[in-house]
């Protein structure tokens, strides 16, 4: 096997399980727990975790944006599910990169749509969507839903063999 064979088998491994995150994002998304004036949607944050480990921080990223664009089309998301889903998925696949645990990626994903995604999230709807909120407003309901998330990640990879399976092959690709 070549070497342009193989970098073309572990981009259509990549691209394939993209796509069935990506499904699963929107399909599962019609489930969600309502919060005050959010949507909690820990399905994402446990997409973006997996996303993270499975695939890196730029296909993690391009997940969550596809996933909210898609959710918002079919009339099931908002638009604060781009800076909380995008910026945790980027964190949490940055760092797994730098330091490979599963757990320290699920904090990333915490960190970065809880903390800096429910912060950012603020004057975006400010800006976009016209709501009158202080900047703190998010924070509270972006890091219960991500926590959830990224706590059911953890329950996955720590107790299901086929995490292990699918890791161990993705790293002799």
Do not use: C, D
């Not at 993270?52 to 009339?75: D, K, Y």
């Not at 909380?84 to 990169?97: C, Q």
């Not at 749509?113 to 969507?129: D, E, R, Y």
């Amino acid at each position: 096997m070549n070497f342009r064979h193989s970098l073309n088998n572990h981009l259509s491994h990549k691209l394939s399980l993209s796509g069935v995150l990506i499904a699963l994002g929107v399909v599962l998304s019609a489930f969600y727990i309502p919060l005050g004036g959010a949507k909690l949607f820990p399905i994402q944050h446990l997409i973006n975790v997996i996303g993270a480990v499975l695939l890196g921080p730029w296909f993690a990223l391009a997940n969550a944006f596809i996933i909210s664009l898609l959710r918002n089309l079919a009339g099931m998301g908002s638009l604060l599910a781009f800076p909380g889903s995008m910026i945790g998925a980027f964190l949490a696949g940055f760092v797994y990169e730098k330091f490979p645990s599963h757990r320290l990626a699920a904090l990333g994903e915490l960190i970065g749509t809880g903390i800096i995604g429910g912060i950012i999230a603020s004057p975006f709807a400010v800006l976009l969507m016209g709501k009158e909120v202080g900047l703190f407003f998010f924070l509270v309901p972006f890091v219960i839903s991500s926590f959830a998330g990224s706590l059911i990640a953890l329950i996955l990879f720590e107790s299901t063999a086929l995490f292990r399976i699918i890791r161990r092959k993705q790293q002799e690709l």
